[in-house]
């Protein structure tokens, strides 16, 4: 009888955690302006204070910076450079909304503070939409409802 009871409360553990890690993982925002930077980069420093600036006017908006040697960084960026059509020469690339802006500039200061406003106004997608997405897999729906017939039969037996 222990031993059962144990088990109940192992199975509707383990469900319950499947169902808030799932919870957990859908509320993660996708950010409005990607930054890749490299360190010691004066025109990263500059661009930085240009966003800076917005981010004061518009705290809503979430602004995600990756230095270039952090893991993943270098394949995000390409892939996001293939998805907007570029080649990004030189830092900072800044992704915001349907636009990608490569170094520093008069002109890049002003796209980028033109764009996130329209993004503020607009409600622009992130750039993580443009990436292909993997298909949900069938076998975590598969486990989940194997889970959830599990704790409902030990629950009623």
Do not use: Q
Request: glycine share 6%; aromatic share 10%.
């Amino acid at each position: 009888m222990r031993i059962r009871r144990l088990s109940r409360i192992v199975w509707i553990g383990a469900w319950i955690g499947l169902v808030v890690s799932f919870g957990l993982a859908a509320a993660e925002e996708n950010p409005d302006v990607i930054v890749f930077y490299r360190e010691e980069c004066n025109d990263c420093r500059h661009m930085d204070a240009v966003l800076d600036e917005l981010l004061l006017l518009y705290p809503e908006i979430y602004v995600a910076h990756i230095e270039e040697t952090e893991p993943g960084a270098a394949d995000l960026m390409w892939a996001l450079s293939v998805e907007y059509g570029i080649f990004p020469s030189k830092f900072p690339v800044i992704f915001v909304g349907d636009e990608v802006i490569v170094g520093v500039g008069r002109d890049k200061e002003l796209l980028l503070r033109s764009t996130v406003r329209g993004c503020v106004f607009d409600d622009c997608p992130s750039p993580l939409d443009r990436l292909e997405r993997e298909p949900f897999p069938i076998a975590i729906i598969g486990i989940m409802i194997a889970v959830l017939v599990t704790a409902t039969v030990l629950l009623l037996f």
